[in-house]
């Protein structure tokens, strides 16, 4: 019999915690500011942690999709009269829409906007 005892095998390192993000102010103000400019969308979606919680990556998301809603409604302008009249029922829409989800992620909520949500929800869960 022999005095050594048997060691263990290295344990690898612990996996990265993702977290709610509903918990941290910044992230609910960078959830909220994300929807006023898409820049901090897409910085929200590149920097460390904030890209791997699911609440600041559900909101970034989504105002991304918004402003390319807004986006492509500012072509729509060029058609006369119809095209103008679609960019401002599209542009109200979008602030109205852009408000309402400001509120709820200040709230620290998740709200699917309708129609937009099932258009981008594969980018927040991928």
């Keep these: 019999m022999s005095d050594e005892t048997p060691v263990a095998p290295p344990q690898p390192p612990p996996a990265p915690q993702v977290t ?6 910044t992230a609910k103000l960078l959830a909220a500011l994300s929807y006023l400019f898409g820049i901090v969308a897409i910085i929200v979606l590149l920097i460390e942690p904030y890209k791997n919680q699911r609440f600041t990556r559900f909101h970034a998301v989504q105002a991304l999709g918004l402003w390319v809603v807004g986006f492509v409604a500012s072509f729509v302008s060029i058609v ?3 095209g103008w ?3 401002l029922v599209v542009w109200l ?4 829409v852009g408000i309402i989800a400001i509120i709820n992620a200040l709230q ?11 258009a981008v929800k594969n980018f927040i869960d991928g």
């Design 80 to 82: 006369p009269f119809i």
């Design 20 to 25: 709610s993000g509903q918990d941290d102010g």
């Design 93 to 96: 829409a979008v602030v109205v």
């Design 108 to 118: 620290g909520k998740y709200w699917e906007i309708p129609i937009l949500y099932n």
């Design 85 to 87: 009249i679609i960019w």
